[in-house]
């Protein structure tokens, strides 16, 4: 089918710790159709992180295959793997991940500037992100100048910026209070709506409503 | 990619030390001009002690140039000769000619003469001089410890060696006899070549120059006037070359006289041992330099290493959005090469600034030398482009190890 954009086949995560051997991804297998909002829920422990990590390219998995955009992803390299992330992949992390020496424009500028784009054009794009995650007045604001909603939503713009195929984003809410979640969901629902595909990890008791949609693991199982 | 990497690895650094506390930045470019200066100055110590022992041999006695008395001669052969060449040379800025005879120096001079052992008498050269022209040369009244240099008005007398002197002097043995008893004021009894005359001590010089403090000298028209003419000859020549001159060049026009005398510059003259030891000390200075530059590195890397280290959860954020490790590495190479650069350049300002200049006019004082931090500038800029390029490598180190770790578990803290 032309439009999966994410193939997982028999994906197994298998962590060691001395003798005790945890299967924190246990031999799932599901497609991810282009433009789609999956949601991956689950009790704490049931391997929801572990999973996307294996997703977004930041680990390795220790069996099955990932193909994304119909590349096998085992294929690729270290230096094909980071490329990938730049050019393909946004990664929306639970603590934000700012960097803290960077403002809120320069944090969202980088990717920007190793896709090759020029200052100047990574400035204005950096500045529409932000603009459009409502950040418009606090561009030159560092992360320990921003509240955890505010951090949030440039860590949104910093892993849109360069309009890649699939957001991943995992808890992006779990710190924030009731409002700024609402805010942030609303702004990631947006997104999608605009036809862009998300992976997203959640607590979300709303989401498990519609069946659509939702992975739902346990003990590292897809139920 | 390259380029980009290049671009974003400028980015990241320029940043992340614009962002540094004042303190932070301040206590590593600290350690890096401290580094930079133990570098330096321990070694420059060590290679200034026999360059100051040279240039004392040079200012206070040899000059640029000095013609001596071959060593199987009373003198300098062909004298006249070589003084109109001299006269005559155009690079030439000031010279002094001395006229030199052994005497003996006799403070007991008014008691009886019975058995030598008991009278307080001794040997040395006798030096007469054109006592302003010499001062042109070696600034010998700049040496006067008691007790006046000569002056159109006060010239009959001599002008004494510390080394001569027991109370100047603690040197003291079988190769330097000296006069106990007397000081500036007293009169002692010179006698040489049969001539008998009593002068007084009109001053005693003390330099760093041992030849220079074992004589005695005395206006050369005195010194005429007790010596017959066949006596009255010359035994050095000292010669101070004239700024934008090289030394070299006047020896090779006065070297066809070499059969007469010798011809050397004040480097080639200078006692065996001075060579000897500015030898010892080079080899001294290197192994001590070569130390300093491992600890200077290892200093760096510590540095470096602590600073990368911190940021280890920010290197596995930065892979995790895609930043090449290229870029990543640049970044701390950059960092740590503004932080030597600044650091090097603040030493070099203080090396030259202030160490330098101040040894220069306060010299440590050395039996044999005024001691003065050596910095040859081609050598110190060496050394400052080995001491950034091991900063290169301490700062890559750390961040290729931190680079080639797995992403998440820098992320994650792990
Ligand atoms: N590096 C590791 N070494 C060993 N075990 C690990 C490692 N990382 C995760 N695990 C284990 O794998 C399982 C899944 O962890 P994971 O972080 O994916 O859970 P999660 O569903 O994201 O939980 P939460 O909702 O609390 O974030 C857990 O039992 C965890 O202890
Ligand atoms: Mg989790």
New binding site residues.
């Given amino acids: 089918m032309k439009n999966i954009i994410i193939e997982v086949k028999n994906l197994t995560k298998k962590?060691k710790?001395g003798d005790a051997e945890?299967l924190?991804v246990n031999n799932v297998s599901f497609d991810i159709k282009k433009g789609e909002f999956i949601r991956i829920i689950?009790?704490?422990?049931?391997?929801?992180?572990?999973?996307l990590y294996q997703l977004g390219l930041l680990d390795k998995p220790t069996s099955g295959s990932i193909k994304i955009s119909g590349v096998d992803t085992k294929l690729l390299n270290d230096k094909q793997r980071t490329e990938f992330r730049l050019t393909k992949l946004g990664y929306v992390f639970q603590d934000y991940a700012l960097m803290p020496s960077l403002n809120a424009q320069e944090n969202v500028m980088i990717p920007l500037l190793m896709g090759g784009n020029s200052t100047s054009f990574s400035k204005k794009q950096a500045q529409d992100a932000l603009d459009k995650v409502g950040l418009k007045t606090k561009f030159n604001n560092y992360p320990s100048q921003l509240s955890g909603g505010e951090q949030q939503r440039v860590s949104i713009a910093r892993a849109i910026c360069n309009n890649p195929e699939i957001v991943f984003a995992d808890?992006p809410t779990a710190n924030l209070d009731t409002e700024t979640t609402t805010l942030i969901l609303n702004l990631i629902n947006t997104l999608n709506k605009s036809g862009q595909t998300i992976v997203m990890?959640t607590h979300e008791a709303d989401y498990t409503k519609s069946a659509k949609c939702v992975i739902k693991?346990s003990d590292?199982k897809i139920v | 990619m390259f380029y980009n990497s290049l671009k974003v690895g400028l980015f990241l650094a320029v940043r992340e030390i614009k962002k540094s506390s004042i303190l932070a930045n301040g206590l590593i470019i600290m350690v890096m001009m401290l580094t930079f200066l133990n570098l330096m100055v321990g070694r420059g110590v060590l290679i200034g002690l026999p360059e100051g022992a040279t240039n004392s041999f040079k200012t206070q006695y040899a000059g640029d140039l000095i013609i001596t008395k071959l060593d199987n001669r009373k003198n300098i052969l062909r004298e006249k000769t070589i003084l109109d060449e001299v006269e005559k040379n155009q690079t030439i800025q000031r010279y002094s000619t001395r006229y030199i005879l052994m005497a003996n120096f006799n403070a007991d001079y008014k008691k009886a003469q019975t058995g030598t052992l008991e009278i307080d008498q001794t040997n040395a050269e006798l030096v007469g001089i054109d006592f302003d022209k010499e001062d042109e040369v070696t600034n010998l009244s700049n040496y006067i410890v008691k007790g006046e240099y000569f002056n159109s008005s006060y010239q009959k007398g001599i002008v004494v060696g510390s080394s001569i002197l027991g109370k100047y002097t603690s040197v003291e043995g079988v190769g330097n006899q000296t006069l106990n008893t007397p000081d500036v004021g007293d009169k002692i009894e010179v006698v040489v070549n049969g001539t008998k005359e009593v002068l007084p001590i009109i001053g005693v010089l003390t330099t760093k120059v041992s030849q220079v403090d074992r004589r005695v000298y005395i206006p050369k028209k005195v010194l005429k006037s007790m010596v017959s003419d066949s006596d009255y000859k010359i035994g050095e020549i000292s010669i101070k070359v004239k700024p934008g001159n090289t030394v070299d060049d006047l020896k090779i026009k006065l070297d066809h006289y070499k059969k007469y005398a010798y011809i050397r510059t004040a480097e080639k003259a200078q006692p065996q041992f001075l060579s000897d030891i500015k030898v010892t000390f080079s080899i001294l200075g290197d192994l001590i330099g070569t130390v300093g530059i491992i600890v200077a590195s290892i200093t760096l890397f510590i540095v470096i290493f602590v600073n990368a280290i911190t940021k280890r959860r920010y290197i596995g954020i930065l892979k995790g959005i895609g930043i090449t490790n290229l870029a990543i590495e640049v970044s701390y190479v950059l960092q740590a090469t503004f932080y030597s650069l600044v650091g090097s350049i603040l030493g070099l300002v203080i090396l030259y600034g202030y160490i330098v200049p101040y040894s220069i006019a306060n010299p440590i004082s050395f039996p044999f030398s005024d001691g003065i931090i050596s910095a040859d500038l081609k050598d110190t800029l060496v050394r400052t482009l080995i001491l950034i390029t091991s900063a290169i490598i301490a700062g890559y180190m750390p961040a290729r190890m931190i680079v080639k770790q797995n992403t998440l578990d820098s992320i994650l803290g792990?």
């Fill in positions: 962590f710790n945890l924190a689950g009790k704490s422990g049931s391997g929801k992180s572990t999973l808890e990890v693991l590292g | 792990r």
